[in-house]
């Protein structure tokens, strides 16, 4: 069983920090981790799922939403089979509840930002972002 779970949301003030941990577990992630597209979206109510920031393999070149470009950092450790992403300088516009998600497919141009790109997702975290 494939299995992402995310975790270290919460309710910060603006301009604070937060950094979230996404835990994959199963047999198909034990050995080959550090292969996998990484992603981090994110959905508000009442709003689409959008995308925040990939990682496509283990060193790959990560790729960012440019509302959270220079705030956020996407990375990993594959000894823990876990990726984070680091948030800073939070906005209240950055309040959503935050998914993870993973795919063993190659992600190249546009396609790296849906949604419909990874197979694997968690149940979400909430990020509350006061003013």
């Known amino acids: 069983q494939v299995q992402l779970v995310e975790s270290g949301g919460g309710l910060v003030q603006a301009g604070g920090s937060l950094r979230l941990s996404c835990a994959a577990s199963?047999?198909?992630?034990?050995?080959?981790?550090?292969?996998?597209?990484m992603g981090w979206f994110r959905q508000a109510p009442g709003k689409e799922r959008e995308f925040v920031a990939t990682?496509?393999?283990?060193?790959?070149?990560?790729y960012y939403a440019d509302s959270v470009k220079g705030r956020f950092t996407i990375s990993r450790d594959n000894t823990k089979n876990t990726a984070y992403l680091q948030m800073n300088s939070l906005k209240p516009e950055d309040t959503a509840v935050y998914y993870c998600?993973?795919?063993?497919?190659?992600?190249?141009?546009?396609?790296?930002?849906?949604?419909?790109?990874?197979?694997?997702w968690g149940q979400g975290t909430q990020v509350t972002v006061s003013s």
């Open positions: 199963g047999h198909t992630f034990s050995s080959t981790f550090s292969s996998y597209a």
């Open positions: 998600a993973a795919t063993l497919r190659r992600l190249y141009g546009n396609e790296r930002y849906k949604p419909t790109a990874y197979d694997y």
């Open positions: 990682s496509s393999w283990s060193g790959g070149i990560p």
